[in-house]
């Protein structure tokens, strides 16, 4: 599967071919394909059509800068707890050190990246209540992430990288504080936006969908 965008990109190629990119060029992103990405992403399904969330775009230089900063203090301190101590061969150990060197490269360049997408959900419960007791029906959380994933897949349908990012969560206040952004919303994800410098194509997954699958009953398995 190759490089290609626009219309003519099928929906199940641009969903088996999307991938994080962490590396962009500085080349602006057009409003109007911002707006695409938008208006993909609040046609995801939400429970009860409620669409509990909000988008902050922020493309003041400034404003970026300071997101950098707030992304890097998380990155210094998350990235060297994760961080394995030993791998079981060498191909994890080069696939980890692959992927760690894309994720150093966003968090020291995070600025310069031209469109940084706030995701934003308001703190509430969606557990309604019978004679019987609550009913946990699932997280709010669930309600948003489908518009995340439709966000991300346009921007694939137009050329333009993303990749999910929530290391801001760390120092959560001040990404608050900075974009003015009320208490009641919680900050769920960073989305960087721009023109990547990587190649699109099917990201290796160590646990495929077989391996993962169950028919009937769990760990009954099947042969694609």
């Known amino acids: 599967m190759g490089m290609e965008t626009g219309p003519k990109l099928g929906l199940l190629e641009g969903l088996m071919t999307h991938r994080a990119m962490r590396r962009y060029t500085d080349e602006p992103v057009a409003e109007e394909d911002i707006w695409t990405c938008l208006k993909a992403a609040v046609q995801a399904p939400s429970g009860g059509n409620i669409q509990p969330y909000q988008f902050l ?10 997101l950098a900063e707030i992304y890097r203090r998380g990155w ?11 791998f079981p061969d060498d191909a994890s150990r ?22 940084l997408v706030l995701i934003l959900m308001p703190s509430i419960d969606m557990t309604v209540e019978d004679d019987e007791g609550p009913m946990p029906v699932g997280p709010t959380h669930a309600s948003v992430y489908p518009a995340v994933q439709n966000f991300m897949l346009a921007a694939r349908s137009l050329g333009l990288g993303t990749t999910l990012t929530t290391l801001h969560r760390i120092y959560e206040d001040e990404v608050r504080q900075l974009c003015d952004i009320p208490d009641r919303y919680e900050v769920l994800a960073l989305l960087p936006l721009g023109h990547p410098t990587g190649r699109w194509g099917v990201a290796p997954r160590s646990r495929p969908a077989e391996r993962i699958t169950s028919w009937d009953q769990f760990g009954q398995k099947r042969s694609p």
Do not use: C, F, M
């Open 57 to 66: 775009i922020v493309q003041d230089p400034d404003k970026r800068l300071a």
């Open 94 to 115: 080069e696939s980890w050190e692959r992927n760690n060197r894309a994720t150093i490269h966003l968090a020291q360049n995070l600025e310069h990246v031209p469109v």
């Open 76 to 86: 210094a301190r998350y990235g060297t707890a994760i961080a394995p101590t030993e």
